[in-house]
């Protein structure tokens, strides 16, 4: 189908699931085990009702907002998702051209398939990257990498603290599929048999533990946040130990099965943080299952800073390149804003916890 027949994220899913290699598609699209917290994701924003005000003057409507104090058009950043190739011949560079021309936030994976030379110089003039920081169990290349990244521009640390091994997705234990990332150059530290997630697992520190965020802030001043917080207690912790965000996620569904939703588990982390009077001192991010302007719109009314998303644009940018990545974060920009309009909130300030309702959220 030609690129304006999309209008949605599941549009770009089907074509990608038809353009990309079996080996992509299930590298992309799996989550582990049952991938009963792969579904949860999207289907927790389904428990969630508005609450819609009226006769609020919507003709302008601002989405503007800023993450770690760096602008962005709307509260939506590209994720971190590795391999990137695998979906288009460019890779990340692709997703980075398209964040320019909305002017939206990328964070780029340490296992990107596109070097951090390519990425950084593919940046245009005031954009703004963050990096995802896979540990390595070799802590002088963790450095290395953290160091490169500070030195390239990138303006923030996302440190992945739900991977201490990468969980087991069948699909891609399936297809065999294998593809060495940057770091792994020897083969004996490649599982073939186990799939993409196994085999770039082996490389990846299962030690990393509170006490290193102390390391991290001697070798860096970059702004920490910790990717994969999944409770208010690490949440607290998080803040106690003066890490600048956090990101409710449970990696797209991809590591631990039974995991509850970023979006589910939003309402009772804010309130542990305001109780604590610690929400002030921490951004709350989320990812997993934004597939709507809506989805947008509840993660903020909650308290979230701004959302993560990660497949749709893989599927949008296998299917027709950084045009189809640009439709896709078209649609969910307009969608957004209609549902502003919808909900009478001019800005982002505007939309409200009581603008939602809450009450099946939990209830599954
Ligand atoms: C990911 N994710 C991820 N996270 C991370 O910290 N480092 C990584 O290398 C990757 N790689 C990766 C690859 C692929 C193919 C996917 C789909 C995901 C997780 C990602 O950052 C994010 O948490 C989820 O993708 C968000 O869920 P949605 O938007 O894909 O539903």
């Excluded at 995991?259 to 610690?278: T, Y």
């Excluded at 640009?326 to 549902?339: C, I, T, V, Y």
Aim: hydrophobic share 40%.
């Amino acid at each position: 189908p030609a690129i304006d027949e999309m209008f949605n994220m599941y549009d770009f899913e089907a074509v990608a699931s038809q353009v990309l290699t079996a080996e992509a598609w299930a590298y992309y699209s799996s989550g582990a085990d049952d991938e009963i917290t792969l579904r949860e994701n999207h289907n927790a924003f389904h428990r969630i009702w508005l609450r819609p005000r009226v006769m609020r003057n919507v003709s302008h409507v601002d989405m503007k907002t800023r993450l770690l104090n760096y602008e962005t058009s709307f509260p939506l950043y590209i994720t971190a998702t590795a391999l990137g190739k695998l979906g288009h011949p460019e890779g990340e560079v692709v997703l980075t051209r398209a964040a320019r021309t909305h002017n939206i936030i990328q964070m780029l994976p340490t296992l990107a398939s596109c070097s951090l030379d390519d990425m950084t110089n593919a940046r245009g003039e005031g954009q703004i990257q963050f990096f995802q920081l896979y540990v390595n169990r070799n802590r002088s290349i963790t450095q290395k990498v953290v160091q490169a990244a500070e030195q390239k521009g990138c303006k923030a640390l996302f440190i992945t603290v739900d991977a201490p091994q990468l969980g087991r997705r069948e699909k891609d234990m399936r297809v065999k599929f294998v593809d060495a990332p940057p770091d792994v150059q020897d083969e004996k530290d490649l599982r073939r048999d186990q799939g993409a997630a196994r085999a770039i697992s082996s490389f990846i520190d299962p030690s990393l533990n509170w006490k290193d965020l102390e390391w991290f802030r001697s070798i860096t001043k970059l702004p920490i946040v910790l990717k994969g917080i999944q409770t208010s207690e690490d949440a607290i912790l998080a803040a106690q130990y003066g890490c600048d965000g956090i990101v409710l996620s449970n990696h797209g569904g991809r590591q631990l099965d039974f995991a509850r939703s970023g979006i589910e588990i939003l309402p009772e982390i804010v309130e542990a943080l305001k109780k604590e009077g610690l929400y002030h001192k921490i951004e709350v991010y989320v990812d997993g299952g934004v597939r709507r302007g809506t989805d947008i719109f509840k993660a903020i009314a909650l308290g979230a800073k701004a959302v993560g998303i990660g497949r749709p644009l893989l599927y949008a940018m296998a299917s027709y390149g950084q045009a189809g990545v640009e439709r896709a974060l078209q649609l969910l920009r307009d969608e957004l804003e209609m549902a502003m309009r919808l909900t009478g909130a001019k800005t982002l300030d505007d939309i409200r916890p009581e603008m939602v309702d809450i009450k099946n959220l939990t209830d599954h």
